[in-house]
DNA sequence: CGCCCTAGGTTATGCGCTTAGATTCTGCGG
DNA sequence: CCGCAGAATCTAAGCGCATAACCTAGGGCG
């Protein structure tokens, strides 16, 4: 592979310094256009491509920002594409995840700001993080996806937005969707409409929206005078306690009307286990989820579940963080994304 | 935001010298134990993060490839998320780049590369891929995203994969599926189960890929004794060429027995503006697509295409540039990758 | 005619890290 | 107690670019 061209070579081919050779590709109104043309023939003939270490290194930025999920599917099934996983391979993809991260990349683009995917399978692995974190301005981070220490020691050196997390970490922008109010409206149409009165709940508290998400669950109970059900593990990604949850729910009896989750991923899972034990989703068993990803919508019925404005979160984190990386703001909270109710089928509603 | 700290501070920090806690960092077994852990320490302390810029310019590689994807939808439309645009939401994403990009994500991360992101809106637009070019060892880039003097350009300087590209272009690596086997097959499948003999073809020759697929579809009709059609303007993206040819092939009837697009993109286009025109499909007319991206599967009926094996595609590139960086080699075809004919609704099976 | 200003360039330095090669330690045999 | 081979560490030289500070040649003006 040959050498890559330099400004050195780019100069000496236009008989000029590199200095010109820099500012006629930077600040072009510092020199003569005639120069300039000189300087961008030579730079053409030798496929002259500027690097980005070098400038990110003179500059003190490097112009590109990262993204940091936390890898719900790192490694999927192997059978992927084969028959039985095609059908299926919408449960892999888009996921929540993905979503944002399409309207991250959109933004981004529509910025000029180069965009670099990092990632990590379990929170806390550090050397990831630094590896993404070293070559950006800042830092767009899922909440739970890096801990706490971590997303502080980052926030204290460069911009940092948080999805959906805790305004608690010092120095970190967030953005947040008002999960509480979503899931409170998902609830109250369960409620108020069908009349439900037995509740089952799968889900977990382990993020600032999950416990929203509970929380506005269970206010609603409350003020209908309706029981409020316990916690049943469930986490996204992790199907096997999902299922376990649901067939500890089917053995223990009695079936509750309707099962809340508090995640897409988890209420498809639960619905499969039901189906698989004999059971009619929503005729036995009424299932909502929440997110709005596109694996519901390819349930039949469709999935009754509470809307994220995905895409938007996505852009919000960089404009936040594009905001934050010229004029230096204090931390931001974002505001005006909600969360919209969506009726499906899987509620019982036809 | 506070200066980050730099080999500098931490050398001070832990006493040492510089090479000494670069050394700690990257080559473990040239410095003793205990030193390494007062490094260690004092790196902690600091929250120092090395500047990637700064090692990729030492090191004369920055451990990042860059995917280069060529942008159907750089501004969805705003109502995106509106009651209307939801609906239809899923035909923006995802697409079959983005289905690519996430094989090329995964296989990433499992191999400890940093994946960074860029694209353009159209082709021939340089400053964009310079800006991915100057920051990457390696590139994947779609057919048809870059020019081919671009694309030789950076094959010139770095390992370079071209997604469905025709092996040409020099020094570039190239991942190819059996675009025409697979329409083929789709094509036979028409002529032979369902016995039309009318067709309309609705694509474009723009890349290699679609001219394999028009080929495929060619071949299998002339084989069969059935006349041929032209080929009616569409493009994935642009959404009101392909509506135009549908308009055109109302107005000017006959109507065929069955619409052929080469990708679902057009294919879902279509089968709106058909029904929109009052028919129904696949009663009146059948259409098929080509690629197998989801919203294909939305669709009731659900839409009869070819499947690619996207997400293969895109691991299967970086594994060749993986192996170009460290080995390297000729430039390669990748081989083994199969377009799976998927029969669906919409060509009349049931 | 001399002075100052400006446009257009150039020189020189440093960004934070890697890495040859030089230097200092350390332990051990003689 | 000395000399010496590693082992451990340090010194110093870039990597390719941006940019402050500095030159130089004209041109306008009093």
């Known amino acids: ?46 496929g002259y491509v500027p690097s980005a270490n070098a400038r990110g290194l003179a500059r003190g930025r490097t112009g590109a920002i990262g993204l940091y999920a936390y890898d719900y599917v790192l490694d999927p099934p192997a059978d992927e594409h084969a028959a039985e996983g095609y059908e299926r391979s919408a449960r892999l993809f888009p996921l929540y995840a993905d ?23 379990t929170p806390a692995h550090l050397p990831h993080v630094i590896e993404v ?11 739970g996806a890096l801990s706490v220490p971590h997303l502080e020691q980052a926030a204290a050196r460069m911009p940092v937005v948080e999805l959906g997390g805790e ?12 999960n ?4 409170a409206d998902l609830t109250a149409h369960l409620v108020r409409v069908h009349r439900y009165e037995r509740f089952a709940y799968l889900g977990e508290l382990g993020t600032p929206e999950f416990r929203a998400r509970r929380e506005g669950f269970e206010s609603t109970l409350e003020e209908a005078g309706v029981p409020v ?5 469930a986490h996204p990604g992790d199907d096997a306690t ?26 498809v899972v639960a619905i499969d286990a039901l189906r698989r034990a004999g059971l009619s989703v929503p005729g036995d068993v009424a299932v909502t989820g929440f997110d709005g990803i596109i694996a519901g919508r390819l349930l039949q019925p469709i999935l009754t579940t509470v ?24 931390p931001t909270t974002n505001e005006d994304l909600v969360a919209t109710f969506s009726a499906g089928g899987t509620c019982g509603c036809d």
């Open 229 to 233: 059900p316990p916690v049943l593990p």
């Open 307 to 330: 809307r994220q404005p995905m895409a938007a979160i996505g852009r919000a984190a960089v404009r936040l963080l594009a905001d934050a990386l010229d004029g230096a703001e204090q």
């Open 99 to 121: 979503e944002v991260q399409r309207g991250v990349q959109l933004e981004c683009r529509s910025r000029g700001l180069a965009l670099m995917i990092g990632g990590n399978r």
């Open 242 to 267: 999902t299922s376990a949850s649901v067939a500890a729910l089917l053995r223990e009896g009695p079936l509750p009307q309707v099962l809340v989750c508090d995640t897409d991923q988890a209420a």
């Open 180 to 183: 509480r109010q979503g899931m």
């Open 133 to 143: 974190a070293g070559r950006v301005d800042a830092l767009i981070a899922f909440a």
């Open 167 to 178: 305004v608690r970490v010092a120095g970190a922008h967030t953005v947040l969707v008002d």
């Open 1 to 46: 592979m040959a050498r890559r061209a330099t400004v050195y070579d780019v100069a000496q081919r236009a008989g000029v310094s590199i200095a010109t050779v820099s500012f006629a590709f930077t600040r072009p109104e510092k020199v003569k256009p005639e120069t300039i043309r000189t300087v961008m023939v030579a730079a053409d003939e030798l």
